[in-house]
């Protein structure tokens, strides 16, 4: 095998995929998001690839439209592996975007839960992430830039906790389009370490009128069922205590459902039925002689570890970048 290095331009559009015989190209720069920007973009632009040869285009990250008056485009879809793979159409796409790590692992601990209750139930939902330092951030604490809004981006991750965002919630509705229904929450927070991240996920389900209500193992033997029947290990669940370490390099694991940190709480909520809305907003008739009604409703935290970097999200990738190109 040959492998070439490129050291003459950073432009996609001036890469010589043609004449180095490249049709599949996977992006990982993190500087080429924009799947609407044309291919002579000055600074640069994904469908530059495409314009130098490239047949497909692969992103290690979540597509960000710039211009948020723009629809995604046709050609372009988001899919993570084990969840929504086949919705990548050879015949349409060329711009694909892997997701993100999180994203990833979200996906794998809410495709179970939706596929078993049905996304009706889940009344709402959130997330934390308790991620490693990114590329992004400081080694030392420095400057702000002029104008800069989050100043916590300049601080130091050698000794830090910071709170910061993620992306997460948008990308997960491009992935699971159930998840546009339901209400839904996605926090960050960076720690010191280099790879080994945490999903607290907290989930709201409506209960039957049965009176049977959802419990920790329901909620254990949904991720247990689920995980016994994929065949490529993406989702797997434990009853060990594992620390972030435990779960480094554990190879294709999009997320590691840690079962004996599940918990459920379920109580009775009561409703002032004279205060709901419609969609639009406006007062829903009331026929009842009762003003108020009351609904039981489970809570359950669940924790989900991934190796955001190696042991997850690169073999992923790697597998969706195998699993393209066997369809050129």
Request: proline residues 5%; charged residues 20%; glycine residues 8%.
């Amino acid at each position: 095998m040959t492998i070439h290095f490129l050291r003459k331009t950073r432009n996609p559009a001036e890469i010589p995929w043609v004449d180095l015989d490249v049709r599949l190209v996977v992006d990982t720069t993190g500087k080429f998001l924009d799947p609407t920007l044309p291919p002579d973009h000055p600074n640069g632009s994904l469908r530059g690839h495409v314009e130098a040869g490239a047949h497909k285009v692969i992103v290690s990250a979540p597509f960000k439209i710039r211009d948020k008056s723009l629809p995604m485009p046709n050609d372009a879809v988001t899919t993570v592996m084990g969840v929504n793979e086949n919705d990548y159409d050879p015949r349409v796409h060329r711009l694909v975007s892997n997701g993100s790590c999180t994203t990833t692992c979200l996906a794998h601990m809410l495709k179970p839960l939706i596929d078993y209750f049905g996304s009706q139930r889940i009344l709402t939902a959130s997330m934390a992430t308790v991620h490693a330092v990114t590329g992004s951030q400081q080694v030392l604490d420095r400057l702000p830039k002029n104008g800069a809004t989050d100043l916590r981006k300049n601080r130091s991750i050698l000794n830090n906790i910071i709170l910061t965002t993620t992306g997460a919630a948008n990308t997960l509705a491009l992935v699971i389009p159930e998840m546009k229904r339901i209400g839904f929450i996605a926090e960050s927070v960076r720690i010191p370490g280099t790879t080994g991240s945490l999903v607290i996920l907290v989930v709201n389900l409506q209960e039957e009128p049965s009176g049977v209500f959802i419990g920790r193992e329901k909620i254990n033997a949904v991720y247990r069922e689920a995980a016994a029947q994929d065949e490529r290990r993406y989702l797997q669940y434990t009853e060990e205590q594992n620390v972030s370490s435990d779960i480094i390099g554990l190879p294709r694991c999009a997320t590691l459902i840690e079962g004996h940190e599940t918990h459920t709480r379920t109580a009775e909520v009561e409703i002032d039925l004279g205060k709901v809305c419609s969609l639009d907003g406006e007062a829903a008739p009331v026929e009842s002689d009762s003003h108020f009604g009351r609904i039981a409703i489970t809570q359950a935290v669940i924790y989900g570890w991934y190796d955001n970097e190696l042991g997850s999200y690169v073999n992923m990738l790697g597998d969706r970048t195998v699993s393209i190109a066997e369809e050129m």
